[in-house]
């Protein structure tokens, strides 16, 4: 079974599908980190974000081991990932690894902008996570702490709003709710009931595909 996880920045999604993953023994895609990669790359190289053929060219020359590089969650990088990611190459460059990896028996958990909607339509479970800007900036503004950055919440608001308004803009692949996705609003919920609800709603969903092949078809 595939999974999807798509909503705006800060919602809470990564910590979600980990958890799901690892509760259905699942392998987890965090794609957001592809976008991360491809902007730190093009920023090391003293490159333009902005410019689709030497973007698409990094993107097509990633190597797994980047993507494990700490330095890809801070808030310039995102900036730039939500810039790189508007540009169709790049995004086009990035598709089949997505793709392999959502394949791999017996599931897959991805979460991102577009899982849903562009990467994997045929998924049997999407969610779409939500929660007031507020609430996410300052969980975001938590997070940089966290690793030692030192941020104001009004500016990590304006940053987090910023990059929802492009990733929701941009005309290839915009972060939108798939039309059968369930939506969860994450405002006021904590993580556990969050995770107790997707996981609810996955072995739902389970039962449903694993029921399948008989003869109703259901
Ligand atoms: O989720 P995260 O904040 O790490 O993503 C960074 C940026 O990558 C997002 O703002 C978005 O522009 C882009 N992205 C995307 N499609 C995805 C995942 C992330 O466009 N599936």
Redesign the pocket.
Known sequence: MIVTIDGP?AAGKGTLARRLATALGYVYLD???L??AVAKSVLDAGGDPDDGAEAAAHAEALEPAVLEDPGLRGEEV?DA??RV?ALPAVRTALLAFQRRVAATPPGAVLD????GTVICPEAELKLFVTASIEERARRRLEELRSRGETHKLPQVLAEVAA?DSR?RARPT?PLRPADDAVEIDTTGMTPDAVFERALLLAGERLAVVEGGSGPSGK
């Open positions: 920045a794609t957001g980190v976008y991360r995102g990932a939500s990611a991102g902008r577009d899982t990059r990733d692949a």
